[in-house]
């Protein structure tokens, strides 16, 4: 039985486009666009549960050190989006640590209709001809 706190809420993903390696494994998402900078710390500390807004800008950063950071969160998110890096590397990356009570299967829904719905990764096999 379901514990009062939780509740139910039904989940559409949207159809997405994904790309595979040639042994037919899956590698990474299609994105239409790299995250803004809310969407990535959104994805990052609310969804994934990686913490970095306690490092950032802390340090007596400059703007322009402050925008390179924000430019780096992005680069980083979205590499990890398409493949090119695992969760580890994401999270050593922005040099912080992973949650210690890992991933359940159900935080990649929510990434998924997330970044469906706000139009990051590619719903529309036509565009672009992708």
Do not use: C, W
Not at 14 to 25: E, H, I
């Amino acid at each position: 039985m379901a514990d009062k706190k939780e509740h139910r809420k039904k989940v559409t993903i949207s159809p997405f486009l994904m790309t595979y390696q040639t042994d037919g494994s899956p590698k990474g998402l299609v994105l239409d666009r790299q995250p803004t900078f809310k969407e990535a710390t959104h994805i990052l500390e609310k969804i994934l549960s990686i913490r970095i807004r306690k490092q950032f800008g802390t340090d007596g950063s400059s703007r322009e050190d402050m925008d390179e950071q924000k430019k780096e969160i992005i680069e980083q998110l979205s590499i990890f989006l398409v493949g090119d890096i695992t969760i580890t590397d994401l999270v050593d990356g922005l040099g912080t640590e992973m949650p210690t009570e890992g991933f359940p299967p159900t935080v990649y829904y929510e990434l998924l209709h997330y970044i469906t719905k706000t139009g990051i990764v590619r719903t529309d096999e036509n565009v672009n001809n992708a």
